[in-house]
Structure formats: C-alpha cells, structure tokens
C-alpha cells in the first residue's frame, strides 16, 4: 500500500508535466509516422493516454522508493549484517531498472521502428493510434527495467539461502533457454531486438553468478 502511495504521488507530479512526457514517449516513432503524430479513434482516448504515461512516469522516478518498501519486506528473512545492505539494494535495484528502460527507448525503439514500420514496399503508410502505440511501449518498457533486475533478484535469492553461485553454473543452458524465451517474448518482433536483449542479459546472467558467488561464501561464514 505504501508503494502504490508513493506511486500516486509521482503520477500526480508526471500529470502535471504530461505533454513533456508524453513528446518523450512518442519521439522513438515519430520519424516513421507521415501525417506527423499519433492518431486517437475515440474522444477519451488522449484524455487516457496522458493518465497511462503519467503512471508510467510515475512508477520510474519514484522507484528508488517503492524499491525501499520492497526491501523491508523482504529483510526479516535476512541475517542483521545482510539487513544494512537497504541503501546498497536500493541503489542497484534502481539503477538497474532505470538501465533497462534508457537502453530500450535508446536502443531497441530506434531499431524496431525502423526495420518494421519501412518493411515491404513503401506504398503502404503506417497510421498507429495512440491506444495501440502505447500499450507496446508501456508493456515493453516496463519488461525491459523489470528484465534489468535479473541481478538483483537472484542476489536476493542468495541472500535468503534459495540459491547459489553453484546453481548457476550447472544451470547455465537452462538459463540461456529461459532467456531466450524471454527474449522473444518481450522484445519487438525482429530478430534484431531479440537479440539486442538476449546479449544483454547473458551479461547480467554472467554478472550474477559472480555476485550471488560472493553472497553464498559470505553467508556461509557467517
């Protein structure tokens, strides 16, 4: 409940700024749209596209906090020295998800529009209505920050004695088949963007068996 009020209060402040936001969000399709913007086919439809990105931004900038209230709820299942590591989780989880959203806007966005929205002949014109628009790229960009943590939670795991470094090594095949799964599932549906996630989290897959290594030894001597 507290996360979802903190939430609010960002969705309040991204309100107030929502033709800001809302350039933002709609600037990776721009170029390939040629009557100049999105089109809306019902009279509330822009009225709700503004509330939608005003959450979206509401749940980005304020993840540093709702990330607080997740931690705490997790901590009673951790050691006393594991439970002073809030500020370390916060900041990882935070920067880890904020990594995720930057690299799918700055990335994926400009590769899959591109490669979609010129594919064929170029006698057809693309007319995406904000409804449809923004549904991809708040399901997809939630996805990708959520993806992004894939450290964090299996640090987490750690730390709670579910898995270890071991684990992951032996698992690693099975790994890369959920990833590309994954993969597939989330990322626009090019071979490109497929890729331009799966490479990425091989490396946090990679990051964090090196990471959950140094939480199961210290866990173990304790």
């Known amino acids: ?38 089109v809306f086919t019902h009279p509330t439809e822009k009225f709700l596209a503004y509330l939608k990105v005003s959450f979206l931004s509401g749940a980005i900038i304020t993840c540093p906090f709702w990330l607080y209230q997740v ?9 006393k020295h594991e439970k002073k590591m809030a500020l370390k989780f916060i ?26 929205l010129t594919f064929g002949s ?13 549904s991809f790229f708040i399901l997809t960009t ?17 730390m709670l004695g579910i898995i270890d ?3 992951l090594k032996d698992r690693w095949r099975t790994a890369v ?16 963007s497929m890729m331009a996630l799966l490479l990425p989290l091989l490396l946090l897959y990679g990051i964090s068996i090196i990471a959950v290594d140094r939480v199961a030894k210290k866990r173990a001597n304790t």
């Open 1 to 38: 409940m507290r996360s979802l009020w903190i939430i609010l209060i960002g969705f309040l402040i991204s309100l107030y700024f929502g033709d800001q936001i809302f350039a933002v969000i709609r600037q990776p399709i721009l170029p390939y749209l040629p009557q100049g913007g999105l």
């Open 71 to 79: 931690w705490w709820f997790i901590a009673p299942g951790l050691y």
């Open 91 to 116: 900041f990882f989880g935070s920067l880890l998800f904020i990594s995720g959203v930057v690299f799918v806007y700055k990335v994926i966005y400009p590769f899959a529009f591109k490669y979609l």
């Open 122 to 134: 170029g006698v057809d014109k693309p007319m995406i209505t904000i409804r449809e628009y923004l």
């Open 142 to 158: 939630v996805m990708f920050g959520m993806a992004f943590e894939m450290p964090l939670i299996l640090v987490v795991l750690a």
């Open 165 to 167: 470094g071991k684990i």
């Open 177 to 192: 088949f959920i990833l590309a799964i994954v993969a597939a599932t989330f990322a626009p549906p090019d071979a490109v």
